[in-house]
């Protein structure tokens, strides 16, 4: 049922006296507070998400998808202008599942055996500004909510002190902050940016003492609840009402999920982080555990690399460096959540907007293009199973050959797992009713454990 209609059956149901009085009183309450935990549709497998995201395009017949005959038939013509290009690096088989991993990702190729690998993935866009919105949003022609912002619409949020959508991204990814923007859904939804360094939220600590700012607040309060008062119907006063509320929470909460002070060197040490260090993508990986322990429902870290993205156009080896950067602290990331039990309801995600073309416009070049119709993903923890492979390339890794996962199959996936139903999962906007996969999706069924 879209917010709209919602909001109307709550009231006629009010004039008619339909409900109990705790009932109908609880409705309106979810209904003027956005955060309100909701049920999900089913039981979930999973109750929070970390999307890890590779801005620019990570190759993936480089890193996950081994392709033989790409090796063998390196240079070879497919058309005028179209000529095989084999992998930079060699790839070796790993775990008990026998998975291939190119020699990129050493850290990471040890804990293949809970991943679930997705290697017919598939967008609907070759730019980056358009494909990085519909691997977030499902819609690469116009501006939507974000998956993240989908996530805490659907379900609300466990800690009402803190955001219940985290983005960690110490710059700016392709699409900006439509990244995690909530778009047409109520603001309360749209992601937290957080920037690695001394102080990831500006304007936490408060100024004033506990004992004066308490007495701002009630007197803030006070007169916040009487102007309320006269408007009982406008949602959306009440909803920013309430997100004062969740500021003041952060202020006690926040600092202290952010202090890696108390973090054992063991811990620091698995995720190659040094003590005091506020910055790199490990700090974001270990960052992202402490948020999932506190509640938080939706945490999306972006790499886009410190000087460049993983758009290789010229040069394969600038996805060394990148490549580094963010194997050692996610293969971490994963062994810390297992560790903790944090992986049993803790869904993680390994993507990029689209992959790069195993072939290139000459022999000797050196980079590789953009890819959208088929490349690599992966899916571990909650209710994935671990260890297999979904979905198969053709013996160049140039097109889907057998079950292909569209972005829309990707998020349908994963609110499965949060205990959504994709297509119950509405808002209505602009005389329609809107979800993340528009008119499309069908869950992995096949992967699911």
Not at 189 to 199: A, D, F, K, M
């Amino acid at each position: 049922m879209s917010v709209t209609s919602r909001r109307s059956w709550i009231r006629s149901l009010a004039g008619g006296s339909a409900l109990l009085p705790g009932v109908l009183s609880e409705m309106l309450a979810a209904d003027r507070d956005p955060m309100t935990p909701k049920a999900p549709h089913f039981p979930p497998r999973a109750k929070h998400v970390i999307f890890l995201y590779m801005s620019g395009g990570v190759s993936h017949v480089d890193t996950f998808d081994y392709k033989p005959k790409l090796i063998a038939d390196d240079g070879r013509q497919l058309a005028e202008t179209r000529f095989l290009v084999k992998p930079k690096w060699n790839f070796r088989q790993y775990g008990q599942s026998g998975r291939w991993v190119s020699e990129l990702f050493p850290h990471l190729a040890e804990c293949v055996d809970d991943l679930c690998i997705l290697h017919s993935l598939r967008n609907d866009h070759t730019n980056h500004y358009e494909a990085t919105l519909g691997v977030h949003t499902g819609s690469v022609t116009f501006a939507r909510p974000s998956i993240g912002s989908w996530v805490s619409y659907g379900l609300g949020t466990e800690n009402r002190n803190l955001p219940s959508f985290v983005v960690i991204a110490p710059r700016m990814p392709y699409a900006g902050d439509q990244v995690w923007s909530a778009n047409f859904l109520p603001a309360a939804h749209q992601g937290t940016r957080i920037l690695p360094g001394p102080e990831p939220i500006p304007n936490l600590r408060p100024r004033a003492s506990g004992e004066l700012q308490n007495l701002q607040l009630g007197l803030l309060d006070y007169f916040n609840r009487g102007h309320q008062a006269r408007r009982e119907t406008d949602l959306t006063l009440a909803a920013r009402i309430k997100s004062f509320e969740t500021a003041y929470g952060m202020q006690r909460e926040a600092p202290e999920a952010f202090d890696l002070t108390r973090e054992s060197s063991a811990t620091l040490k698995l995720y190659g982080l040094e003590r005091g260090s506020a910055d790199g993508f490990a700090w974001q990986c270990l960052i992202a555990r402490r948020l999932v322990e506190r509640g938080v429902r939706f945490v999306e870290l972006i790499d886009v690399g410190s000087s460049n993205n993983w758009d290789a156009h010229g040069d394969m080896q600038t996805h060394v460096p990148l490549a580094r950067n963010v194997d050692r602290p996610i293969a971490a990331l994963l062994k810390d959540l297992k560790s903790r039990g944090l992986l049993d309801d803790t869904l993680v995600v390994w993507t990029s907007e689209f992959g790069r073309t195993p072939f290139n416009s000459r022999r000797d070049a050196k980079g590789r293009e953009h890819h959208f119709a088929a490349y690599t993903s992966w899916l571990a923890g909650a209710g994935v199973k671990p260890g297999i492979v979904h979905g198969q390339t053709g013996e160049y890794g140039i097109e889907i050959a057998a079950d292909q996962v569209h972005v829309h199959d990707f998020h349908a996936t994963i609110l499965h797992l949060m205990g959504m139903d994709h297509t119950r999962l509405t808002y209505r906007h602009a005389g329609r009713d809107f979800r993340l996969t528009d008119v499309a999706g069908n869950v992995v069924r096949p992967i699911l454990s």
